[in-house]
């Protein structure tokens, strides 16, 4: 698992023993806000508050968002692109080996991009934003469902399903929290969604039933910042603005081991 912090480190852990795998990769300057695995398992790449979006460090770091942080970041399956969403409301696209923007910002939220990440077939881009719209683009924010075929969003008062071919809201809205959503995601077998909170309770949507599928995951203090699926679906991975970072029993509802611990400070955004 990877992991990105306010300290500024990335830090990569053992799923199974719950140690720190090395040393934690040094570089960005400021909060470490998003990172992802490349689709072959082989590189990281994050983004920051230092503006940059970098990786295990095997070139220089691309820059261009205007003096603003990067909220997001996202390998493409095929491992020829990043995307990188930003406090200045674009979205860009670099090549993966040139570090260099392959082409114009993509433009149209009217506030912060908070979530960007790519379909399955590396075609599209799905971004969430502050302004609580969701933007699908072509690139010939948000989790895909593996599919290809919906989108889900979070936002601060709600969360919803879309068709990804046009556009359109497929479901109502999901609604238990009580506090504003920001990490979503989907399982691996497209059947269901998860959802982390400042509730502090982590929730598992049905997309057949519209309902809550399994008990809320509770434990973090204060709220979840982020939330990914293990590849069987077995195991849910959670961050939160307390530092740390929890793997859960789906079926069980209860904690794996004991929380991951190493950030220097609060904030586990990826």
């Not at 939330?227 to 069987?232: E, L």
Request: charged share 15%; proline share 5%.
């Amino acid at each position: 698992m990877v992991s990105g912090s306010e300290d500024g480190t990335v830090r990569i852990w053992n799923a199974q023993t719950s140690l720190q795998a090395g040393e934690p990769l040094k570089g960005h300057t400021d909060w470490v806000t998003s990172d992802a695995y490349s689709g072959d398992g082989q590189y990281v790449v994050s983004g920051s508050r230092d503006n940059a979006s970098t990786g295990l460090q095997v070139g220089k770091p691309p820059t261009g968002h205007s003096r603003c942080w990067v909220n997001s970041v996202a390998c493409s399956p095929d491992n020829q692109y990043v995307v990188s969403g930003s406090v200045d409301g674009t979205i860009r696209i670099w090549g993966a080996q040139t570090r260099q923007q392959v082409r114009e910002p993509l433009q149209s939220h009217t506030y912060a991009v908070s979530s960007v990440v790519y379909s399955p077939d590396s075609q599209d881009v799905v971004s969430g934003s502050e302004d609580r719209t969701v933007g699908i683009w072509d690139t010939q924010t948000v989790a895909y469902s593996p599919n290809g075929q919906f989108v889900v969003s979070g936002s601060e008062d709600k969360r919803v399903i879309w068709n990804a071919q046009t556009g359109l809201q497929v479901i109502k809205p999901l609604e238990a929290h009580t506090g504003y959503v920001t990490p979503v995601a989907y399982s691996p077998d497209g059947q269901y969604v998860m959802s982390g909170s400042s509730d502090k309770t982590i929730r598992i949507w049905s997309v057949q039933t519209r309902q809550q599928a399994e008990k809320s995951l509770h434990g973090h203090t204060p709220g979840n910042s982020s939330v990914a699926y293990s590849p069987d679906g077995q195991y849910v991975v959670s961050g939160s603005w307390g530092g740390t970072v929890r793997v859960w029993n789906i079926q069980t509802g209860l904690q794996f081991g004991k929380p991951l611990q190493g950030h220097t400070d609060s904030g586990i955004f990826t």
